[in-house]
């Protein structure tokens, strides 16, 4: 299995990189509670943050903003994850806890403000893309059974015709949500080589060194950007 990102991604988003982790063999059905009161960190280090600012003027997630202004999506009215998220923690709103990997993914998403995505790669075969949208491609909302057929030319994460991610990092799909059933699990960080790639590495060698510890499993760490489009998992 491989993720690779399309040349045309690069072609519209020059300096767009993709700090990856890869974990096999994770046990996902017991609760941590050093990820809980990681979590209950973060989300305190954000309230903390933006008492006195808005997190969508934040400069942490202005290159998001911007990025999305050049796909054609207005960052407004389809917001990037990590600002969604860090918009409901600046309103006091906190965040559920939903399981120990997922819980992780948060904790340090919101530490480092950048997007952290999970997939359950057992879920579907068959290699990660991000690609534009094509005719065929489907997305099915969480907690829904029903599909979304996409128009040509959106940014996506997809496995074959199975869409992972809508709008690149704005919604994630329930096909390949993380449960307490999870063992192989795909984690991109996004970002951007020239604006905040030391967040994306810290953030991936966190979360790789929490999840060996934490989990006892194996993982693999990588960098996909413009002079290296693909990674063997």
Request: proline share 4%; charged share 30%; net charge negative.
């Amino acid at each position: 299995m491989k993720f690779y990102v399309a040349n045309e991604v690069f072609d519209r988003l020059g300096d767009i990189c993709f700090g990856v982790v890869y974990a096999k063999g994770v046990n996902n059905r017991n609760a941590v509670p050093e990820i809980e009161a990681m979590l209950a960190s973060s989300i305190g280090l954000i309230e903390s943050k933006f008492e006195t600012e808005k997190a969508r003027e934040a400069p942490e997630i202005s290159p998001y903003r911007d990025a999305f202004g050049k796909l054609g999506l207005n960052p407004n009215k389809f917001m990037s994850s990590i600002e969604a998220m860090a918009s409901r923690v600046e309103k006091k709103k906190g965040l559920p806890q939903i399981n120990p990997v997922v819980d992780l993914g948060n904790a340090i998403s919101l530490k480092y403000l950048v997007p952290l995505g999970a997939h359950d790669t057992d879920k579907a075969a068959g290699d990660i893309q991000v690609r534009f949208s094509r005719q065929g491609d489907t997305f099915t909302p969480f907690g829904e059974a029903a599909a979304e057929i996409l128009d040509d030319g959106e940014l996506i994460y997809s496995v074959g015709e199975k869409v992972k991610t809508r709008r690149w990092i704005w919604r994630q799909s329930e096909e390949g949500k993380i449960t307490e059933e999870s063992r192989n699990i795909f984690f991109p960080i996004d970002g951007f080589k020239d604006q905040n790639l030391e967040q994306v590495i810290a953030a991936r060698t966190e979360l790789a060194e929490l999840l060996e510890r934490l989990f006892s499993c194996e993982v693999k760490v990588g960098l996909v950007d413009k002079d290296h489009r693909e990674l063997d998992l």
